[in-house]
């Protein structure tokens, strides 16, 4: 059964930095398309930034976050991570990391990314920006 668990959020100050990291089990990240999705608090989940398998190399980024939000893999640790600079406080809100059995995911340049193509999701973990 293929399994994410998020980790990493907390409090941070505007400006400052954080890495999320999304550890998969029941399946290998590197042969998966991964996805990092964020609910703001009253607004409706987006997808901010995706990772296609590593064969197809692919990586998106939403305009809203590029530049500032890195997202990698580590296949020996079978973990993708989400670092995030600069945050601002409307970076505030629950991350997910997702992935899906559709072949192909994230595969094509330029995305978007649509949460609908994803079949198994983490928990989530909070991401609070305030001074």
């Known amino acids: 059964q293929l399994q994410l668990v998020e980790s990493g959020g907390g409090v941070v100050q505007p400006g400052g930095s954080l890495r999320l990291s999304c550890k998969g089990s029941?399946?290998?990240?590197?042969?998966?398309?991964i996805g990092w999705f964020r609910r703001a608090p009253g607004k409706e989940r987006e997808g901010i930034t995706c990772m296609s398998t590593a064969s197809e190399d692919n990586i998106y980024y939403k305009w809203s976050v590029e530049g500032r939000f890195t997202i990698s893999r580590d296949s020996a640790r079978n973990t993708v991570y989400l670092q995030m600079n600069n945050l601002t406080p409307e970076d505030s809100g629950d991350y997910y990391c997702?992935?899906?059995?559709?072949?192909?995911?994230?595969?094509?340049?330029?995305?978007?990314?649509?949460?609908?193509?994803?079949?198994?999701w983490g928990q989530g973990t909070q991401v609070t920006v305030t001074s």
């Open positions: 997702a992935t899906g059995e559709v072949p192909g995911l994230c595969a094509v340049p330029g995305g978007p990314l649509y949460d609908y193509e994803y079949d198994y």
């Open positions: 029941g399946f290998t990240v590197n042969d998966y398309g």
